[in-house]
C-alpha cells in the first residue's frame, strides 16, 4: 500500500507560480510511475502530467504545455509539479497518482492503483 499527500498548493493570482508536492509513504515509491490530474468544479477529473519511474520520460496535457513542469526525487518519495504562467481556468483540485506502470507514462485514472486527497489550487483573474 502506498499513501500519498498532496501540498503546496493555495490562492495565486494570474501569472503567478505554485509548485504542488506529493509525498509517498508505506511500500517503496521508486517502482511507480507517477501522475497529476484535477477537476474543476462542475467537470470531470482530467490529465494533467506524468513522469515515469526514472523520472527519463515525461508527459503533459497540452492545456499546461510550456507552463508546468513535473519531476521526480526519489530519494525523498516526493513528486512535483511545478506551475508557472497560472490562468484562471486551472483553478481545479489537483491530485497526484502512483500507477505501477513503471516504464510507461499513464493519462488514464484506469491505469493508476494510488491516490492522494487533493490540493486545491485557486488563481485569480
Known amino acids: 500500500q502506498v499513501q500519498l499527500v498532496e501540498s503546496g498548493g493555495g490562492l495565486v493570482q494570474a501569472g503567478g507560480s505554485l509548485r504542488l508536492s506529493c509525498a509517498a509513504s508505506?511500500?517503496?515509491?521508486?517502482?511507480?510511475?507517477m501522475g497529476w490530474f484535477r477537476q474543476a468544479p462542475g467537470k470531470e477529473r482530467e490529465f494533467v502530467a506524468a513522469i515515469t519511474w526514472s523520472g527519463g520520460s515525461t508527459y503533459y496535457a497540452n492545456s499546461v504545455k510550456g507552463r508546468f513542469t513535473i519531476s521526480r526525487d526519489n530519494a525523498k518519495n516526493t513528486v512535483y509539479l511545478q506551475m508557472n504562467n497560472l490562468k484562471p481556468e486551472d483553478t481545479a483540485v489537483y491530485y497526484c497518482?502512483?500507477?505501477?506502470?513503471?516504464?510507461?507514462?499513464?493519462?488514464?485514472?484506469?491505469?493508476?492503483?494510488?491516490w492522494g486527497q487533493g490540493t486545491q489550487v485557486t488563481v485569480s483573474s
Open positions: 508505506g511500500r517503496t515509491f521508486s517502482p511507480y510511475s
Open positions: 497518482a502512483g500507477s505501477p506502470r513503471t516504464f510507461y507514462i499513464s493519462i488514464r485514472e484506469q491505469q493508476y492503483d494510488y
